[in-house]
């Protein structure tokens, strides 16, 4: 049923429904504004739903689990230690539901109308929401925040579908798969393939860089790559896939090392070599939105399209694709929609990636400090060094803060170890207040912590740690 031409109107409407455009309804909602989100599968998002919140539960049941099984050094012993995947698939999906139902309720509370549907740009201000049952609605609008988000993407040779998975398809496994191929060496790649190899898959991973994770620096990997060694996942670097042959037990992936062709069969294939913009069939080219050849949006420093009144964040804008770069997004665009001076600064975005040890990166690598000009001043502290990593049998790892020397002005820092995914916030504090590595070593940390490490780095730098010889 199509309800002819009338128009609910309404102040904001945000597609999407994910960590940027509940975050940008729920801010614009607080600012007076009347929201109407909208979003064609569910709240929360792949990142809720489908990504960042169901790998991470699996990947803390193969934490415990690899505990379980190899505690003899330390006194524990565990016999016949068994994983019941559909009670973890369960206990998964009870978390996802649990976030996915509270962000529900703070929608509500905040009285922001969800809408289930497909949502398409008819003019300029006025876009009309299709439901399963073909019901339309049309919504006529004075601002909108487009939060789409993204998918995989999916390669020519490797089409989803029966034993080729998307990172979606692998999270939903029913059984543990005796082995796996998988086809990037990224975040997503290494998370779910030392997850799945934690649980007992033969694993192999196929990346085209030099080394896995190359967004990260080729040293912090190095310790992730010793620990899917230890699981006897088998990693080629430099290696192009180039074509499937699949039945119904198994796939056989062919591959080239150089020149030297090579294959591997396994019964999935994981495909993880990045996302595409969900830009197309909304309708925006017709409305005026400029794009790139890619799909993703233009926007200016409020977030705001070509279109004044219309704003994107997240994943289908430029910048790395990260959840909580997406909910900055969305404060900054609700925001700038009420009137407020607020703008984006990317200075401060941390990058984790929740391997086995965990890699956490902020601000600016050594590298890029010197590319800069900065006059560059490093300190380095190893998690071998702290007593609570060692009491925490977890000690393989350091922490780098990298300064410039002239000022002591701490402007980024890397981190591989246990917990580097919640010790990297210091750091990223330390960045956007512009603190110095004084202001960290005269910062007193409680004892015994992982948090001493950072107090520690930042006492190397300038020459005077006391837990290891300086330089």
């Given at each position: 049923m199509v309800v002819g031409t009338f128009s609910t109107e309404v102040d904001v409407i945000v597609i999407g429904a994910g960590p940027g455009g509940y975050v940008a309804a729920i801010r614009a909602a607080q600012l007076g504004k009347k929201v109407v989100i909208v979003d064609r599968r569910e709240v929360g998002g792949v990142?809720?739903?489908?990504?960042?919140?169901?790998?991470?539960?699996?990947?803390?049941?193969?934490?415990?689990?690899?505990?379980?099984?190899?505690?003899?050094?330390?006194?524990?012993?565990?016999?016949?230690?068994?994983?019941?995947?559909?009670?973890?698939?369960?206990?998964?999906?009870?978390?996802?539901?649990?976030?996915?139902?509270?962000?529900?309720?703070?929608l509500k509370g905040h009285k922001v109308e969800i809408v289930s549907g497909e949502a398409f740009f008819n003019a300029p201000n006025i876009v009309t929401v299709t439901s399963g049952d073909d019901n339309t609605t049309r919504y006529e609008f004075k601002h909108c925040v487009i939060a789409t988000g993204s998918r995989p993407i999916e390669l020519k040779p490797f089409p989803f579908g029966g034993r080729i998975l998307s990172s979606d398809e692998a999270l939903a496994l029913t059984e543990i798969p005796k082995s796996l191929v998988v086809i990037g060496g990224g975040y997503i790649g290494v998370e779910l393939g030392q997850t799945f190899a934690k649980f007992g898959s033969k694993v192999t991973i196929l990346e085209g860089a030099d080394h896995i994770l190359p967004g990260f620096e080729k040293q912090l990997s190095q310790l992730v790559v010793k620990n899917l060694k230890k699981l006897e996942v088998d990693i080629y670097n430099g290696a192009l896939a180039q074509k499937s042959e699949q039945t119904d037990k198994d796939v056989t992936v062919t591959f080239k090392v150089g020149e030297e062709e090579k294959s591997v069969t396994a019964e999935y294939v994981l495909v993880t070599v990045g996302r595409r913009p969900n830009t197309n069939d909304i309708g925006l080219e017709s409305i005026g939105v400029k794009m790139s050849d890619r799909g993703v949006i233009e926007v200016d420093d409020q977030c705001r399209t070509s279109l004044e009144h219309v704003y994107a964040i997240g994943d289908i804008v430029p910048g790395l694709a990260l959840a909580h770069k997406a909910s900055y997004e969305g404060k900054v665009a609700a925001e700038a929609i009420a009137g407020m001076d607020s703008v984006i600064d990317y200075k401060v975005i941390p990058a984790?990636?929740?391997?086995?040890?965990?890699?956490?990166?902020?601000?600016?690598?050594?590298?890029?400090?010197?590319?800069?000009?900065?006059?560059?001043?490093?300190?380095?502290?190893?998690?071998?060094?702290?007593?609570?990593?060692?009491?925490?049998?977890?000690?393989?790892?350091?922490?780098?803060?990298?300064?410039?020397?002239?000022?002591?002005?701490?402007?980024?820092?890397?981190?591989?170890?246990?917990?580097?995914?919640?010790?990297?916030?210091?750091?990223?504090?330390?960045?956007?207040?512009?603190?110095?590595?004084?202001?960290?070593?005269?910062?007193?940390?409680?004892?015994?912590?992982?948090?001493?490490?950072?107090?520690?780095?930042?006492?190397?730098?300038?020459?005077?740690?006391?837990?290891?010889?300086?330089?």
């Open positions: 990142c809720l739903n489908r990504g960042c919140i169901p790998s991470k539960a699996l990947i803390s049941a193969a934490h415990r689990y690899e505990q379980a099984k190899h505690s003899d050094h330390i006194g524990i012993t565990a016999l016949d230690v068994k994983v019941d995947f559909s009670k973890v698939q369960e206990w998964k999906q009870s978390v996802v539901n649990k976030l996915t139902g509270g962000v529900g309720s703070l984790v990636v929740f391997s086995d040890p965990e890699i956490a990166s902020v601000g600016l690598s050594e590298t890029e400090a010197k590319e800069k000009g900065f006059n560059v001043l490093t300190g380095r502290f190893s998690f071998g060094a702290n007593g609570r990593s060692l009491a925490l049998d977890n000690a393989d790892g350091y922490v780098k803060i990298v300064a410039d020397k002239d000022t002591g002005v701490v402007v980024g820092s890397q981190i591989v170890g246990p917990e580097a995914s919640n010790l990297i916030a210091e750091l990223g504090l330390a960045i956007e207040m512009g603190a110095t590595l004084e202001d960290i070593a005269l910062t007193i940390h409680a004892h015994p912590t992982l948090g001493e490490i950072v107090m520690e780095a930042a006492e190397g730098a300038l020459g005077h740690s006391v837990h290891q010889m300086n330089k």
